[in-house]
């Protein structure tokens, strides 16, 4: 595959730096410890760039691997080998414990949290007998394979590449992923992601666990590097360094983490050799100019230095079309008469002092396209939000073919075959249009994480690219497929919206302000498409306020004014009705 060539070039070149002739060795040891930090920076990515949280803790973890192999091949001689899987299982199940606790934390207080357990497992490091207190563990074994044993920094770097560049494949491979593309959702909040299935809770946790097990693979191999550990490295001011790392790479991006890490540990072994002989030696100042360049740094490439880096080259995009003869089993619709499939009863939504939605009543049978109108503030969105299941009704009830689903998660809604767009537009903007639609289709997919590290699979990824695809070929953006989100005008993003809520193969489709922002020849092909989705088995409930496109679409119009229902009826008579007017038609004329 193309996109893993330079991957395979870069991993010949870092085989062949050790071979070159006159190679210093000290440049070895920084590469040893480039690779090590990338190691760690690269599960940073993932958490913190692509997943939107922040974590000033990751050295801790780095300290799990490191003190596990530690006590076990130094205190009980048990082989490296076999401590390389406890090291990471160790930090992964501390990434568990911590994550469950943490993940749920947001705004400021994610990353408060993290420092919290960055210093207390740093002082637990220094405090417990068995890890040698402030002392620490010496006299580490080296790894060897068979005879080969690494006992200097050039020996042990090929283990230290070789795990940077697996994990860097690994992670390449999650991301471009369903798993993937439901990390990639976190950073946009949980309502779109959860509204298309994914268990947001778990989708944190996961990237949790990976980046404690990249940390934990470093701390592994910087125990047998060293051969001695003390808490100093695993402390908060580490913490706080590889998050630099991170965003000065690009946080983003897993070669960004690889890239940060080189600037970082450069920078910084520069500054050291070189600032004491500039300025005579007045000492701790490199941590000031270092301080500085990095937010030099930062304000010329401010979303990392790897993007900026890959932006100068020539852009090739990967817009390979999926193939559309794959198909994914669809639903199993009832045939034939129609029949009531959402019941929306005496629903009840109150928000303080506010009646957003006051007990409104109304259903949407098979086959129906049913516009839901009002003036701004009339409770629209909010049904919308009660019957997906994002706000829980304070009163009433809602049923879909009959079973009730109050405080049904919008997880399990969905499920159910009622998919939705946003009124503000829920779109990763950074992905594809592809990616964005496919992740619409999440719930259609099997795959795992493992066997998307593996690249197992290929097979149920090919199908729900397909899907994604081909619901983006029936909106009408076929040529923009290939296309970022967030560079399509707003008009187009809700309908790449619609895309993505076709993707669930739904039985009834919530849109809400679907029209907003699209021109008149635009507007009359959503007005078609909606149509021949109804005629072909579909029900649609739409918000909107452009009438003209309301009146002429919809079987049926329930209007609601101030979270009340003030009428239900045939587009004629609700034009004509002297209440509607004057609540509502009167402002619109
Ligand atoms: P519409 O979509 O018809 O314009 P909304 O459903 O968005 O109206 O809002 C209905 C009313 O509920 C408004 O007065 C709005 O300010 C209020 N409201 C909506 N969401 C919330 C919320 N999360 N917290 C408090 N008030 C809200
Ligand atoms: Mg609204």
Not at 346 to 368: H, L, P, W
Not at 458 to 474: H, S, Y
Request: charged share 15%; with cysteine.
């Amino acid at each position: 595959m193309n996109d893993r060539l330079p991957i395979l070039f870069f991993a010949l070149v870092m085989a062949a730096i050790p071979f070159i002739p006159g190679m210093p060795p000290f440049w070895i040891v920084l590469l040893d410890n480039i690779g090590l930090a990338a190691l760690v920076a690269m599960g940073l990515v993932l958490l913190t760039g692509v997943g939107g949280l922040t974590s000033f803790g990751q050295a801790a973890f780095v300290g799990f691997g490191a003190y596990t192999t530690a006590v076990l091949s130094a205190t009980y001689g048990v082989s490296p080998w076999l401590t390389l899987p406890l090291s990471l299982i160790v930090s992964g199940v501390f990434a568990v414990l911590l994550g469950l606790i943490t993940v749920r934390l947001s705004g400021h207080y994610l990353p408060l949290g993290t420092l919290a357990w960055g210093l207390g497992l740093f002082y637990l490091f220094s405090k417990l007998e068995f890890l040698g207190r402030n002392d620490g563990i010496s006299a580490i074994p080296p790894l060897s394979i068979g005879g080969y044993r690494m006992l200097d920094p050039a020996s042990i770097y090929f283990a230290i590449w070789v795990a940077v560049v697996l994990s860097a494949l690994l992670t390449v491979n999650l991301l471009d992923s369903r798993t993937g593309r439901a990390i990639r959702a976190l950073r946009r909040g949980h309502i779109a992601a959860e509204a298309f299935g994914v268990h947001t809770p778990r989708a944190k946790l996961l990237v949790f666990i990976h980046a404690a097990v990249l940390a934990g693979l470093s701390g592994w191999l910087y125990a047998h590097l060293q051969r001695a550990v003390n808490p100093t490295p695993f402390g908060a001011q580490a913490g706080i360094e590889y998050l630099f790392i991170a965003v000065v790479g690009g946080a983003g991006y897993v070669w960004g983490g690889v890239l940060g890490a080189a600037i970082v540990v450069i920078l910084k072994e520069v500054l050291q050799s070189y600032l004491p002989l500039i300025l005579h030696g007045s000492g701790q100042l490199e941590t000031i100019v270092f301080g500085i360049m990095l937010v030099a740094l930062l304000q010329l490439a401010p979303a990392g230095v790897w993007p900026w880096l890959t932006s100068l080259l020539p852009l090739r995009t990967n817009g390979k079309a999926p193939d559309t003869s794959l198909l994914l089993p669809a639903r199993i619709r009832a045939a034939g008469a129609s029949e009531v499939l959402l019941q929306v009863d005496k629903a009840r939504k109150q928000f303080g002092g506010v009646i957003a939605v006051n007990n409104v009543s109304f259903d949407v049978q098979t086959r129906e396209i049913v516009a839901l109108i009002g003036p701004n503030g009339a409770g629209k969105s909010t049904t919308f939000n009660l019957i997906t299941g994002v706000l829980t009704a304070t009163a009433g009830s809602i049923s879909v073919l009959g079973r009730k689903v109050d405080n049904a998660p919008p997880q399990e809604i969905v499920k159910l075959g009622i998919s939705r767009t946003f009124q503000h537009v829920k779109l990763v903007p950074d992905m594809t249009v592809l990616e964005n639609v496919a992740i619409g289709a999440h719930l259609r997919g099997q795959s795992g994480p493992i066997a998307s590290m593996l690249r197992l699979d290929r097979a149920d990824e090919a199908r729900l690219l397909a899907e994604a695809a081909r619901q983006i070929e029936r909106v009408g953006l076929a040529d923009q497929m290939h296309q970022l989100a967030g560079s399509l005008s707003l008009g187009q993003q809700r309908i790449v919206e619609i895309a993505r809520a076709l993707c669930v193969d739904p039985m009834l489709l919530l849109l809400d302000e679907p029209a907003a922002g699209l021109r008149h020849m635009e507007k009359q092909r959503l007005a078609a498409l909606l149509r021949q989705l109804r005629d072909g088995g579909m029900s649609v409930l739409l918000v909107e306020h452009d009438m003209g496109f309301v009146m002429d679409l919809a079987d049926r119009v329930v209007v609601l004014d101030f979270g009340t229902k003030i009428a239900e009826g045939t587009p004629a008579t609700i034009k004509s009705n002297p209440e509607v007017i004057k609540a509502y038609l009167g402002v619109a004329a």
